[in-house]
């Protein structure tokens, strides 16, 4: 069974950091698009970050600069490095996967939990002081 399993959220204060991890196993990793997604309380889903199997990387407005996404191959680990956090930046965060056989989705589909193959569980992310 396809898994995705997140880790790495936590309470942090307003400024600080964290690394999310999601490791991934019984897919073929290496040929797969690999996302990040976040839902704030209340609110749908919102695209954060991707990184292609060629190591390109694309970040929503909203964090660029602040946010970095990579991932090991031999791990089968994708990485969400993310600094100056803010209380917008709550949410819980997901990991997805979509076949690099597949085009990238639109930015209204990056929104769309149908636009991915697989999804991780989700880790709690909380910014507050």
């Known amino acids: 069974q396809v898994q995705l399993v997140e880790s790495g959220g936590a309470l942090v204060q307003p400024g600080g950091s964290l690394r999310l991890s999601c490791a991934a196993s019984r897919f073929t990793f290496r040929n797969y698009w690999m996302y990040w997604v976040r839902q704030a309380p209340g609110k749908g889903l919102e695209w954060v970050s991707t990184i292609n199997t060629g190591g390109s990387t694309y970040y929503a407005d909203s964090v660029k600069g602040r946010f970095t996404i990579s991932r090991d191959n031999a791990k089968n680990t994708v990485y969400l490095q993310m600094n100056a956090l803010k209380p917008e930046d709550t949410a819980v965060y997901y990991c997805?996967?979509?076949?690099?056989?597949?085009?990238?989705?639109?930015?209204?589909?990056?929104?769309?939990?149908?636009?991915?193959?697989?999804w991780g569980q989700g880790t709690q992310v909380t910014v507050s002081s």
């Open positions: 997805a996967a979509r076949s690099a056989v597949q085009s990238q989705p639109s930015p209204s589909q990056r929104n769309d939990q149908r636009a991915y193959n697989y």
